[in-house]
């Protein structure tokens, strides 16, 4: 469970009493404030409560409560003074019964929340993680290019087999491995030959396809991207889009590997290999997940795009105009190898 869905709970259960014995006591006109005071509190009490703090808590593949109903309750017998403040606080809920007429707005209760956790998370920076798939490929050499002259990490998920294919490709995979701006992880190294299905249907063979990879490529990190599923295996989460796929994940993540998939993707057009959205809808994407908090972790945004993309001088173009758009916006570029950035 979210850190915020968890603090909506605690707010109406024992603060929700709280605030209403608060409203009895000392009017409306104080009640926002209040309730601010509250939310940072809470948001306080999150931010040090575990590891994941703002983080999900993800099992199965939907994100699940780690919240313990005993949280909402006092532990009166601690403290004598403990005692009188909850029982004091249970006699004036008697007024609360009156002025259950004009119940708080828990919708408001919810927004409000939800823009004060925003606002905690706008003083805070901003991480992306633009990752290319399938590389090396006829694209990679100016992605490479790129990264260097804008002074920004990026990631490349590697499929080993492309870099056999040709002596350019071999030697724009070298281009990458010895570019310090650029993280080098495992895809696999047949890309499952595109028949996804197949590929995943033996987790053996499939999971000694990735070690292959880790080996011709001498990859040093032990982080991977599935060919053609958006997996997430690491720490305390698991999030799984398509069934199919999830052994072999599961395999990879108990020999050590982390999986990472993404929350936007610049899609690619199967026959022109152009992106298909504009670089300001896919600059918004971006800016939207940040701001919405619907990004796996709260401002951190994994972006996928493909090497192909960026063959010609015009995709190019389009990859240093998305750039220029996340630099203005002082996001910082980060290798997924030290995904999630938590706060
Ligand atoms: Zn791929």
Not at 189 to 215: C, I, L, Q, W
Not at 270 to 286: A, D, N
Not at 318 to 332: G, N, P, V
Request: glycine share 4%; hydrophobic share 35%; with cysteine.
């Amino acid at each position: 469970m979210s850190c915020e869905k968890k603090l909506f709970l605690r707010l109406n259960n024992a603060h929700f009493n709280f605030v209403v014995y608060k409203m009895a006591k000392i009017g409306r006109g104080n009640m926002l404030s209040i309730l601010s005071i509250l939310i940072l509190l809470e948001f306080t009490s999150c931010q040090h409560s575990s590891s994941t703090t703002l983080g999900y808590i993800a099992t199965a593949d939907t994100a699940v409560a780690g919240f313990d109903s005993t949280m909402i309750q006092p532990e009166p017998k601690k403290s004598p003074l403990l005692i009188t403040k909850w029982d004091s606080l249970q006699k004036n809920l008697i007024t609360f019964q009156v002025d259950s007429i004009n119940p708080v707005d828990v919708k408001l209760q919810k927004r409000r929340l939800k823009d004060s956790l925003r606002r905690e998370f706008d003083n805070k920076p901003k991480h992306v993680y633009l990752t290319f798939d399938d590389g090396p490929l006829i694209g990679s050499a100016a992605i490479d290019s790129i990264a260097t002259a804008k002074d920004i990490k990026i990631n490349a998920f590697l499929v080993g087999r492309h870099a056999n294919m040709s002596k350019r490709l071999k030697r724009d995979l070298e281009k990458y491995r010895s570019n310090p701006l650029v993280g080098c992880y495992n895809h696999s190294y047949t890309h499952g030959m595109n028949r996804f299905s197949a590929f995943y249907s033996n987790p053996n063979t499939a999971f000694a396809d990735f070690e292959k990879n880790e080996v011709d490529l001498a990859l040093t990190h032990k982080i991977i991207r599935l060919p053609g599923r958006n997996i997430w295996i690491y720490d305390d989460v698991r999030k799984i889009d398509l069934q199919s796929g999830s052994s072999t994940a599961d395999l990879l993540y108990t020999n050590g590997y982390k999986i990472y998939g993404w929350d936007v993707e610049w899609r690619i057009h199967g026959l022109t290999g152009k992106p298909i959205q504009s670089v300001g809808e896919i600059y918004h994407r971006i800016r939207n997940f940040m701001n919405n908090k619907s990004s796996l972790t709260p401002n951190n945004v994994v972006l996928l795009m493909h090497d192909d993309m960026f063959q010609n001088k015009k995709g190019q173009l389009l990859l240093t105009a998305l750039i220029d758009s996340l630099k203005r916006e002082d996001y910082q570029f980060d290798f997924i190898e030290d995904y999630p950035k938590r706060y």
